[in-house]
């Protein structure tokens, strides 16, 4: 990123140098002289021989404009000077503009290339500490390794902004924060039309409800959840891939499967209307963000919301009683923590 800004500071440099060294030339070239001279009347030695500067190659032509638009633009000199009032006059206009935006633009430059070195001090402090580390706890050389890659992956990864990198969101006052992570999380939510009914029936409860919604940011190989092992909660994956894979270990499959699951999906959604044990591993394959939703705080959501608890539990019955009958002899597989046969919203509720 840092690298990208140094290349875009002095492409800009250089598209003010164009403009300048072709206003330059055509000073030299076309405008009337109250001398009788202008700086395109010097006289240049071309492969041995001396002829004018108009009848030098354009490259030369060019290049010698440029030359002394960057001179002017860092405060520099070159054998090129204004040989008329018109040429001296923007010379001091070009003098002036330099001062005012050169040391804008060298200081700028200065503060890039110093945040590259620190950014490279610190890379390269945390790669030694690890090193440190792993030396340490005698860690084997395979997982030392791999450790390592990984973390030097990550360090030039470009990552998702997180709310906590954001310190200026920390000044805002509560009232905004709740209607920032409404912005943010309610789109997702009420693509399942169950969450978007209970939000058109109470709405207080659905911002009850969006309070618990955490906004959690997997990196590349990051484990999101593991077969096996009780749910704690759904997820909506709102950006990035995530690798979902089962094992006959833990999966009714008779061979390892594997699915890339892409945006804007729901994850272990079963946790939310029944207990449920995850039958497959989750693992991000590139940056995610995930709205996770806690199965014990989506319960108590409910607590003195009666009309919508009501309606809650009977599709959570409903549910239920679909994932039960989703055997292989009747729906063609088992419930998975991406999808239960028969269980759709809209098989559920008619």
Same mark, same amino acid.
């Given at each position: 990123r840092i690298l990208l800004q140094l290349f875009a500071v002095m492409c800009w440099i250089m598209w003010l140098g164009h403009i300048l060294a072709c206003c330059w030339f055509a000073l030299g070239s076309q405008l009337s002289s109250d001398t009788g001279d202008r700086w395109t009347s010097r006289r240049v030695?071309?492969? &041995?021989?001396?002829v004018a500067f108009l009848d030098a190659p354009a490259t030369y032509q060019y290049a010698t404009a440029l030359h002394w638009a960057i001179a002017q633009s860092t405060l520099g000199s070159m054998d090129v000077s204004a040989s008329n009032s018109g040429e001296r006059a923007f010379s001091i206009g070009c003098l002036l503009v330099a001062l005012l935006c050169g040391s804008s633009l060298i200081s700028a430059l200065s503060a890039l290339m110093v945040d590259v070195q620190l950014s490279h001090q610190e890379r390269n402090r945390q790669?030694?500490?690890l090193r440190r #580390?792993?030396?340490? $706890? &005698?860690?084997?050389?395979?997982?030392?390794?791999?450790?390592?890659?990984?973390?030097?992956?990550?360090?030039?990864?470009?990552?998702?902004?997180?709310? %906590?990198?954001?310190?200026?969101?920390?000044?805002?006052?509560?009232?905004? !924060?709740?209607?920032? %992570? !409404?912005?943010?999380?309610? *789109?997702?939510?009420?693509? $399942? *039309? #169950?969450?978007?009914?209970?939000?058109?029936?109470d709405g207080c409860w659905f911002d009850d409800l969006l309070e618990t919604v955490e906004v959690v940011l997997m990196r590349p190989d990051d484990?999101? =959840? =593991? &077969?096996?092992?009780?749910?704690? &909660?759904? $997820?909506?994956?709102? %950006?990035g891939e995530v690798l979902y894979t089962q094992e006959p270990e833990h999966s009714p499959v008779p061979e390892l499967c594997k699915v890339t699951v892409e945006g804007k999906a729901w994850l272990s959604e079963c946790a939310l209307w029944m207990q449920w044990y995850h039958v497959g591993n989750a693992r991000a394959i590139s940056t995610c963000e995930l709205l996770s939703i806690n199965a014990k705080s989506f319960v108590l959501s409910f607590a003195d919301r009666h009309f919508v608890e009501n309606i809650a539990s009977e599709y959570a019955s409903c549910f239920r009683h679909r994932v039960q009958e989703a055997v292989p002899s009747i729906a063609g597989s088992w419930a998975t923590d991406l999808w239960a046969p028969f269980a759709d919203c809209a098989d559920v509720v008619c």
């Open positions: 030695e071309i492969l &041995g021989s001396e790669l030694r500490l #580390f792993l030396r340490e $706890h &005698g860690i084997s050389s395979n997982l030392a390794r791999l450790v390592q890659k990984q973390a030097k992956t990550r360090f030039g990864a470009q990552e998702r902004i997180a709310k %906590h990198d954001v310190g200026a969101l920390q000044l805002l006052s509560q009232s905004s !924060k709740k209607l920032l %992570h !409404k912005e943010v999380c309610e *789109p997702d939510l009420i693509r $399942h *039309p #169950f969450l978007h009914l209970l939000r058109n029936a484990d999101i =959840f =593991f &077969g096996g092992r009780r749910a704690t &909660g759904a $997820h909506f994956l709102s %950006h």
